[in-house]
């Protein structure tokens, strides 16, 4: 059951290329002109802020709306059909797929085009894996409120806000490690282990509180 609500989500996101293709325009346009704005001469902070905003825009973009479409008839058949538990675990695991895809494709992008920072490649893939998926969590959860108040978008993003900013701060300070090329001997493993546990968090939560929404 579970895998058929993960592909279900698959088949309609690539059925309706609206939001995927406005996504990719967003991240082409961002890094076409950071190239223009900064011909390659970004310090290493720079180039670390920079590749989070454009992160964390398309983590709101993709995450955000996950739960906007799921209204009138659609809402009622998964409400006779699934599961809350199922149901909101399949949209943060696809969530969480679908941006880790798309995070992956935007530092090569933004690498290959800016320039590539990253002294310490295999830690920052770790951080940009556990970012990419603990935002993805966040998101859709709180996606999941703001579609039980009409839907409201700016909610949504308003709601996000003060949840989603002790992860980027935990992210900003192991990416920038990463990005000096820290060794692993220099870096907080106790950072990273936060960072793992706020996904697991987030899921937990998700999977608690859900259902309380679902019956609304």
């Given at each position: 059951?579970?895998?058929?609500?993960?592909?279900?989500?698959?088949?309609?996101?690539?059925?309706?290329?609206?939001?995927?293709?406005?996504?990719?325009?967003?991240?082409?346009?961002?890094?076409?002109?950071?190239?223009?704005?900064?011909?390659?001469?970004?310090?290493?902070?720079?180039w670390n802020a920079l590749f989070w905003i454009i992160t964390l825009f398309t983590s709101v973009t993709i995450s955000g709306k996950s739960f906007l479409k799921e209204s009138g008839g659609?809402?009622?058949?998964?409400?006779?059909?699934?599961?809350?538990?199922?149901?909101?675990?399949?949209?943060?695991?696809?969530?969480?797929?679908?941006?880790?895809?798309?995070?992956?494709?935007?530092?090569?992008?933004?690498?290959?085009?800016?320039?590539?920072?990253?002294?310490?490649?295999?830690?920052?893939?770790?951080?940009?894996?556990?970012?990419?998926?603990?935002?993805?969590?966040?998101?859709?959860?709180?996606?999941?409120?703001?579609?039980?108040?009409?839907?409201?978008?700016?909610?949504?993003?308003?709601?996000?806000?003060p949840v989603v900013m002790p992860l980027i701060l935990v992210v900003i300070r192991l990416s920038k490690q990463a990005v000096d090329g820290l060794e692993w001997a220099g870096v907080s493993?106790?950072?990273?282990?936060?960072?793992?546990?706020?996904?697991?968090?987030?899921?937990?939560?998700?999977?608690?509180?859900?259902?309380?929404?679902?019956?609304?």
């Amino acid at each position: 059951m579970l895998s058929a609500l993960i592909k279900k989500e698959f088949l309609l996101e690539f059925r309706q290329k609206s939001t995927l293709g406005g996504v990719l325009v967003y991240v082409a346009g961002t890094i076409f002109v950071s190239v223009l704005c900064f011909n390659g001469r970004l310090d290493k902070p720079t180039w670390n802020a920079l590749f989070w905003i454009i992160t964390l825009f398309t983590s709101v973009t993709i995450s955000g709306k996950s739960f906007l479409k799921e209204s009138g008839g659609a809402g009622l058949f998964n409400y006779l059909h699934y599961s809350p538990q199922q149901f909101i675990i399949a949209k943060i695991l696809y969530n969480m797929v679908f941006m880790l895809a798309l995070s992956f494709i935007t530092f090569f992008f933004y690498a290959f085009f800016v320039k590539n920072e990253v002294g310490n490649m295999p830690m920052f893939f770790i951080v940009l894996t556990l970012a990419s998926t603990g935002l993805a969590g966040v998101l859709s959860l709180m996606s999941a409120i703001a579609a039980k108040a009409n839907g409201n978008f700016a909610m949504m993003s308003i709601l996000s806000f003060p949840v989603v900013m002790p992860l980027i701060l935990v992210v900003i300070r192991l990416s920038k490690q990463a990005v000096d090329g820290l060794e692993w001997a220099g870096v907080s493993l106790s950072f990273i282990s936060i960072l793992a546990a706020l996904n697991v968090l987030t899921i937990a939560l998700s999977f608690l509180l859900f259902p309380y929404l679902w019956k609304d």
